[in-house]
């Protein structure tokens, strides 16, 4: 398997979990937890697929779906068990959107080989998927929240695509850069930075 | 004609309409009405079309985008003859769903031969039209509502898909497929299940 | 460069203000203003792009992108200036509105050779960016507004395709069209037209 589909397959099932703790706010079934974790799930790399025109990568692989399917199941029976669902949907979201951001920026590098196409679809990647979440479950986007978000992902993004155009391997850029974007929107959720 | 095409034109039709008396409940002009009709009709046969990566149903044929502003002009002159337009917005949007989840299982079978896309399909054809509608017309997703809405469609697509790959003819599978999805929502408004 | 290519980048260019003025109302950060204004400048042509089939056009050029990040930061460092931001936004809209109803009509015409579809993909490309952007923003949709909105998108985008047909050339047919749309549109805020 190719490494960096280790990102890819973290932030889908990340991304799912806050679904699914989007629906349990929500107080829905577990049809409701298996739709939300599904659409946070694959939304962000569905609107990333479709922009770069290659097949979407859930249609091609089901195994995301069942990746969403498990997440989904998995917080049903958990949920009750964390004292803040919110808070830990926000920490699941930052890992969600390292992971994302990358494997964005790699997809996009790959297929268009233009630097700065990689850092906007790390970017739409990292942030559909939650944008489509708030939007569907009512609550505010997470994008008007004062803590930094975007920032975190275009960060993140931008290292990936730096450090692999200067030469480092996959792997090698996509570690740090995950790192980066996880640690600043960590930070600013952690420290109130905005 | 292809038959199954009789459950894609009143998917559009009764869609169109729940459009419409969302904008006749937002007090638009015949335009809006027009507007939302179209928009909710068509909307998720075009999110299904773009994932699947086929020509999108209604830039081929337009008899579709017709059908929509026939429906507008008809629910405008005559919405206001009905008590509850909310209700009965709900009840078509209910048929809708019967015939969209079994029409987008349908083409999407008939697209990849996939069995878990084809489920897929059919719950995002007969949904997202109503989650759009909703959107923007700022009401309470109808994801949210106590009633059992993503369950129907569920039911439908995958019942149709089963017996569809059990050997029955599209016709045979589909009819009671659509009755399943109908009959599970309008149950769970009739009877308030949840 | 073909001439018509100007209505495109004067449709970005304000879209993208308006979305920078509605992330200045939130007061957003400059990355969140950059973001809302590339959300609102490409997203109307984005959805056209995806539906027509054609190559998304910023992921071929990357002057959009471009357009937008300039327009974001000179808003971003005078949007204090106007003493009612929500006004401007919507002046800069009616322009937008012009400009982007024609240039969808014109891109769909040429790529389908079908008036219905060239003025529905006018009314789409036109309306998409401000409906993205105020649902992004938490705000009451545009089309909601009892202003005339979508009517003046669709008569400009009309204008074009029925001028065009007739055999005026391109650049004949888009300026009164632009000019016929913002016009409906602007007297329908200035005169409260509804």
């Known amino acids: 398997m190719n490494p960096i589909l280790i990102l890819d397959y973290a932030g889908i099932a990340v991304f799912a979990a806050t679904g699914a703790l989007a629906a349990s706010r929500k107080q829905l079934d577990i049809i409701g937890f298996l739709f ?3 659409f946070t799930g694959v939304g962000g790399g569905t609107v990333r697929d479709l922009i770069l025109d290659v097949p979407v990568f859930w249609v091609v692989n089901h195994d995301y779906l ?6 989904a199941v998995l917080v049903y029976f958990t949920a009750h068990l964390f004292e803040s669902r919110f808070k830990l949907l926000l920490w699941l979201d930052a890992i969600g959107l390292g992971a994302y951001c990358v494997f964005g920026a790699w997809k996009a590098l790959e297929a268009t080989g233009s630097p700065v196409i990689a850092v906007v679809m790390g970017v739409i990647t990292a942030s559909f998927g939650g944008i489509l979440r708030d939007q569907l479950a009512g609550e505010p986007c997470i994008l008007l929240r004062p803590e930094i978000y975007i920032t975190a ?3 993140g993004a931008a290292t990936y695509t730096g450090l692999h155009l200067a030469g480092l391997p996959v792997m090698a850029a996509a570690i740090p850069a995950a790192l980066v974007a996880f640690a600043i929107r960590g930070g600013a959720m952690k420290f109130g930075w905005s």
């Open 153 to 155: 992902a275009l960060a």
């Open 36 to 38: 939300f974790a599904a």
């Open 66 to 71: 069942m990746i969403c399917l498990v997440t």
